[in-house]
């Protein structure tokens, strides 16, 4: 698939309920290009009336993460497995799930990042371990071939939960510094 075909697809995709309640397919944002990839489980409420991801209040303490630590949030891609919102923003259904990771997969092999990292336990749980948590788990690294794979906190737990956002903080930098090693490394190539 090119980006057009992809974008068509979710936008027009009625394999599952969520097409009849959806304002906007919300399919990704950010450099198509990148090197880093942040992938989250769905979109909320602020995300289907936008069709662009985390830019509700999640979004924006997400947002300062990534100041924090020095990545410019047009630099990396950020996507959802779901590319419609669940009612009430429930956690999403496996068979949901299911459905649009089709359109995930082209979105990997599209951006081709070198790492990726999930926004949260049920990203974690789908694309790393299924036993995956999110507290004992995150900022650990896996190979996967072609990448390198990670999770932290989701970051509307760290609105309900602050006392985390150390954690977070430590994350991020280890993000940047493998960002950064990895571009360093391509400099000398």
């Known amino acids: 698939m090119t980006w057009d075909e992809l974008e068509n697809a979710c936008r027009s995709c009625e394999r599952c309920t969520l097409s009849l309640s959806r304002t906007n397919s919300v399919i990704g944002c950010g450099d198509r290009n990148a090197k880093l990839m942040f992938v989250g489980e769905a979109p909320g409420e602020k995300e289907d009336l936008s069709g662009v991801p985390f830019v509700g209040a999640a979004g924006k303490l997400f947002d300062k993460f990534l100041m924090a630590v020095d990545i410019d949030r047009d630099s990396v891609y950020i996507c959802n ?16 799930e299911d459905v ?17 990292v999930c926004l949260g336990r049920i990203a974690a749980m789908r694309l790393i371990d299924p036993d995956f948590k999110i507290t004992r788990d995150h900022g650990i690294w896996y190979d996967r071939g072609d990448y390198s794979i990670s999770a932290v906190y989701h970051p509307s737990l760290l609105l309900r939960d602050p006392g985390r956002r150390e954690a977070m903080l430590t994350d991020m930098k280890e993000i940047k510094r493998r960002l950064d090693a990895l571009e360093n490394r391509d400099k000398i190539d």
């Open 81 to 96: 497995i779901l590319k419609c919102r669940p009612p009430k923003n429930r956690d999403p259904l496996p068979e949901e």
């Open 100 to 116: 649009c990771f089709r359109f995930l997969e082209e979105q990997f092999r599209l951006v081709k990042p070198s790492i990726v």
